[in-house]
């Protein structure tokens, strides 16, 4: 064998242990998706909130409200002004959202499921709507 051949079949074979060694690692496959409603209009955004205010009427919610279920979840409502409604519903593990208001006559919700979601949202204005919707895996 010459010594070409050697270093070829030497180099050949490194490359070859160390591509099982990257293919034989776990994959990452954690994640999440949202989907979010922001109205582009005050009509639009009335209509949000108002569901959001139906909604909160039929869970018995008043104002601001947190509600988790599931381990290891964090979650934060702040609000600066009157007549706002802000909804965090959290249901699995690991979620985190922060919600601010900003504003009078606000409404907004955001709705976690799965695992590992997060949000952050911050509602500046009067009169505005909003909802994010959240699955994490």
């Known amino acids: 064998m010459t010594r070409n ?3 070829t079949l030497t180099a050949a074979l490194v490359a070859g242990s160390i591509g099982q060694v990257a293919l034989s ?20 955004a009335g209509a949000l909130a108002t569901g959001l205010r139906v909604y909160s009427k039929y869970r018995g919610l008043h104002g601001a409200r947190i509600r988790q279920s599931g381990h290891g979840n964090a979650a934060g409502l702040g609000r600066n002004g009157r007549g706002n409604l802000g909804i965090i519903h959290q249901e699995g593990n690991g979620h985190s959202a922060i919600l601010r208001q900003n504003g009078n006559d606000n409404a907004y919700g955001i709705f976690q499921f799965g695992r590992n979601a997060e949000a952050n949202v911050v509602q500046n204005g009067d009169g505005g709507g909003g909802a994010i919707f959240s699955y994490g895996w």
């Open 5 to 7: 051949m050697f270093i």
């Open 25 to 44: 690692a776990p994959a990452y496959a954690g994640g999440w998706v949202s989907v979010t409603f922001a109205p582009a209009n005050a009509r639009d």
